[in-house]
């Protein structure tokens, strides 16, 4: 049932499209509960992608995540799409890529206040390291727009909630800056994405954001200045430019049993695996295999 996928998940149908426009040979899958994937390959790596429309919110992000996992058991998953900025050096337009991802909303309700209970998903130290060569080469970025410079890459914390943050001074927004100091950047899905990859033996998980607006109260001008479809377009090339590099080496994977196969000393990508044979109607074997 699969060649060892990249699975790309995106929240807005914008971000979906701009994706799916760097994928070839595309055929619909669906998923015995209803949900649609579109299966193509990377442009020109020829790497297997499966891509599927999430929704808004962590609930959402999270039940489709362990859904396309469970279908597809891939190499990694990356969530891909916009995101308000926190921090002022960070400008409209860059792309973020999450070191950590907070759960923010976390929290005990006293008489004297409320008190956080953070929740915190790291990412793979394989994953990071091999965003990171993605950014330094640069090559992500050819395909944008040639009369605009090129986004910058920030590597840090992003802050997952359940309410779209437009407000410098609002609740939230204070709440934030108390206790999440750090986050560059803040979404609506990453902590869900990333909760239902570590309860699925911490599979390889990235989420690559793009910038579309400062959550401060200027949404609406920055929407309107058009910030949102090249935030989507910076996103959506670095998270293709990242599911190349993803692809599985040969001889890496993890037995049925769990017990890891042998590597060969060059291998590169660490990634975890595991095989879910005969989980859904048609299923095989599941092995990790290079890209054609």
Known sequence: ????????????????DEVRAGLRDLTTRVHPSGTRFEVGRLYPAGCPVA????????????????????HFSPAAVIFAGVA?????????????????VYAYHGATSKDDGA???????????????TARQVARAGA???????????????????????????SAISADARWIQ?????????????????????????????VIRGISDRADGTKAVSDGAGW???????AAAFAL???????????????????????????????RYRPRPGRFPGGADLRRHTCP
């Open 51 to 70: 891509l599927a429309l999430t929704g808004m919110g962590n609930l959402a992000s999270a039940a489709l995540t362990e859904r396309a996992i469970a």
């Open 140 to 166: 992500w970025a050819r395909s944008l727009r040639a009369d605009d410079m090129p986004p910058r890459v920030h590597f840090g914390p992003i802050a997952a909630g359940e309410r779209v943050l437009d």
């Open 228 to 234: 949102q479809p090249r935030a989507v377009a910076g």
């Open 178 to 206: 108390e206790h999440y100091t750090d986050a560059l950047a803040i979404d609506m899905e990453g902590a869900g994405v990333a909760q239902a990859s570590h309860l699925n033996d911490s599979l390889p998980v990235a």
């Open 241 to 271: 430019a990242l599911a190349a590099e993803l692809r599985p080496e040969p001889g890496r994977h993890r037995a049925a049993g769990g017990d890891r196969q042998p590597v060969t000393p060059m291998a590169v990508h660490q990634l």
């Open 115 to 129: 008190r956080a209970r953070p929740r915190v998903w790291e990412v793979a130290h394989s994953i990071d390291q």
């Open 1 to 16: 049932m699969t060649e060892g996928h990249v699975v790309i998940l995106t929240a807005l149908n914008l971000e979906y």
């Open 84 to 100: 308000g900025a926190l921090r002022p050096d960070i400008s409209l337009g860059d792309v973020v890529v999450a070191t950590h």
